[in-house]
């Protein structure tokens, strides 16, 4: 069995997405309506999807709660490239930690559009 896709809920679909292609290098491949559904990639796999929530599933998104329920993470294969995303993203307005050693790996954690924690780090051993 393999891990098929990822699907993040968020009230601002377009946003959200938009946010992911220009600061994490993400691809739309699939869109269907302004705030319905993106299918993004990475290229070597990964596919991401953002897209309101199910109601009929029970649905919540991060924005309604009023919380962050969990995390993304991309690694990088430099610390500078870890510090060139964190000046693009911190530069887009988004909430941002300064990039630091942490749990073996140099990262730093931003929040963007729908109310979603992103991890982005390095580690030397990867």
């Known amino acids: ?7 993040l809920y968020s009230p ?3 946003e ?5 292609i220009d600061h994490f290098g993400l691809t739309l491949v699939e869109k269907r309506g302004k705030n319905a559904f993106y299918r993004l990639t990475d290229g070597a796999g990964l ?3 953002v897209s ?3 109601e ?3 649905g919540g998104d991060q924005v309604r709660l009023g919380a962050q329920t969990y995390h993304i993470g991309f690694l990088l294969p430099a ?8 000046r693009r993203v911190h530069g887009a307005g988004a909430q941002v930690t300064a990039p630091q050693d942490r749990h073996g790996a140099y990262v730093f ?3 963007i559009p729908g109310n979603i924690l992103v991890e982005v780090g390095h580690r030397a051993d990867v």
């Open 12 to 14: 601002v679909v377009a």
């Open 47 to 49: 596919v991401l999807v």
């Open 109 to 111: 954690y931003a929040v």
């Open 1 to 7: 069995m393999r891990l098929n896709h990822i699907d």
């Open 56 to 58: 009929a599933l029970g």
């Open 52 to 54: 309101p929530p199910i």
């Open 16 to 20: 959200t997405a938009s946010f992911l």
């Open 79 to 86: 610390r500078t490239e870890v510090d060139d995303v964190y």
